[in-house]
Nanobody, 118 residues
Framework: QVQLDESGGGLAQTGGSLRLSCVASGRAISLNAMGWFRRAPGKEREFVAAMRWGGGSTEYADSVKGRFIISRDIFKNAVYLQMNSLSVEDTAVYYC???????????WGQGIQVTVSP
C-alpha cells in the first residue's frame, strides 16, 4: 500500500500559476509511474499528466499541454505539477495517483482544490 500526500494548490487568478506536490510513502515502495488527474464540478474525472518513474518519459492531456509541467524527485519519492497560464476551466479537485503495476492506477491521494477566478 502506497500513501500519497498532496500539497499546494489554492486560489489563483486567470493567467496565474500554482505548483502541486505529491509525496509517496509506504513500505518497500516500488513505482512504475506517478501522475495527476482532476475532477471539475459536474464533470467526470480526467487525466492530466503522468511520468514514468524509471525512464522519466511524460504524457500530457491536450488541454494542458504547453501550460503544465510534470516533474519528479526520485530521492524524495515525489512528483510535482507546475501549472502555468491558468484559466477558469482548470478549476477542479486535483488527485495524485501512482502505479505499482503498469497501466493500473492503484493508489490515490485525497485530492486538493484548485480554484481559478475570472
Amino acid at each position: 500500500q502506497v500513501q500519497l500526500d498532496e500539497s499546494g494548490g489554492g486560489l489563483a487568478q486567470t493567467g496565474g500559476s500554482l505548483r502541486l506536490s505529491c509525496v509517496a510513502s509506504g513500505r518497500a515502495i516500488s513505482l512504475n509511474a506517478m501522475g495527476w488527474f482532476r475532477r471539475a464540478p459536474g464533470k467526470e474525472r480526467e487525466f492530466v499528466a503522468a511520468m514514468r518513474w524509471g525512464g522519466g518519459s511524460t504524457e500530457y492531456a491536450d488541454s494542458v499541454k504547453g501550460r503544465f509541467i510534470i516533474s519528479r524527485d526520485i530521492f524524495k519519492n515525489a512528483v510535482y505539477l507546475q501549472m502555468n497560464s491558468l484559466s477558469v476551466e482548470d478549476t477542479a479537485v486535483y488527485y495524485c495517483a501512482a502505479q505499482r503495476i503498469p497501466r493500473t492506477w492503484s493508489s490515490w491521494g485525497q485530492g486538493i482544490q484548485v480554484t481559478v477566478s475570472p
